[in-house]
């Protein structure tokens, strides 16, 4: 059993790199790979915590891509780490655009008199990097300004809402090139997202993974049986990996659990054999 998509405090979880590895160690997971959002920042802790454990690490990360059709699009990243790869350096901009976006947002927040700075959501997410909408969410909550995280998106820091500051993306197209040109794999995170089905959906697969699209995410936390073999089906018929993942980001996403995500996650390990084989020869 592997758990191919999870996140720590470097982004927009709550636990702490090792922790997320000790987590996946008690489930059984013979492998786990941490996919924090736009960052490699948590991979070195993971591998020492992962080393003394004898469980495997697989490196990577997630993607916000430009959306389609007005869904959202990430795109997972696997055996990618170095910080001076294509994708690597890439990844140094869009941080860096995330930070002027995190500006705006406090700015913004404040000029709709919600009393939130970027140093409160900080403090939620242990690292000025780390900083993102749900640490805002999480501050805005502790103000009294909301009743709760899904109230903060909906109304202030989700598409559309009234605090909502766009920020920087690439394409599909982008991070599949970028993955390969640093010996890796790109793979389309919880595809329903798009907001696409059947033959919406099937025609926006069919350009991904014409664009060098790796894999596709079945067997996710919070689907249903029926999605995870849909999904799977799908990814096949393009001749795409059928990965799977928890999603795992602990108070944040609280129901959903490392290795396990509701209770019911099982990827099996030939999922990682089947990636390997799709890396790039270098």
Do not use: W
Request: with cysteine; glycine share 12%; aromatic share 4%.
């Amino acid at each position: 059993m592997i758990d191919l998509h999870t996140h720590s405090d470097r982004s927009d979880g709550s636990e702490a790199p090792e922790r997320v590895i000790e987590m996946a160690h008690e489930v059984g997971c013979s492998a786990v790979a941490l996919t924090d959002h736009d960052t490699f920042a948590g991979l070195a802790r993971a591998q020492v915590r992962a080393d003394e454990l004898g469980i495997r690490l697989v490196p990577g990360c997630e993607v916000s891509c430009v959306p389609v059709a007005g869904g959202g699009v990430h795109v997972l990243v696997y055996f990618v780490e170095d910080t001076e790869s294509p994708l690597g350096l890439e990844l140094d901009r869009l941080r860096d655009d995330r930070s002027t976006r995190n500006q705006a947002l406090a700015e913004r927040l404040q000029e709709l008199g919600v009393p939130v700075t970027e140093e409160m959501a900080a403090a939620h997410a242990g690292t000025v990097e780390g900083m993102g909408r749900p640490h805002f969410a999480q501050a805005m909550v502790d103000v009294g300004a909301v009743a709760s995280l899904d109230e903060a998106f909906e109304r202030y820091l989700g598409n559309g809402g009234l605090a909502y500051v766009p920020k920087g993306r690439l394409t599909v197209a982008d991070v599949c090139r970028l993955a390969r040109a640093s010996g890796g794999v790109a793979v389309l995170a919880h595809p329903h997202t798009l907001g696409l089905e059947g033959d919406a959906l099937a025609a926006a697969v069919r350009q991904m993974a014409e664009d060098g699209l790796t894999g596709l995410e079945a067997v996710y936390g919070r689907y249903s049986l029926r999605q995870r073999t849909d999904t799977a089906n799908l990814a096949r018929r393009f001749g795409l990996v059928p990965t799977g993942g928890s999603d795992f980001h602990g108070a944040t996403k609280p129901d959903l659990f490392v290795g396990t995500g509701t209770g019911d996650l099982k990827v099996p390990d030939r999922v990682l054999d089947q990636l390997e084989a799709a890396r790039p020869v270098t």
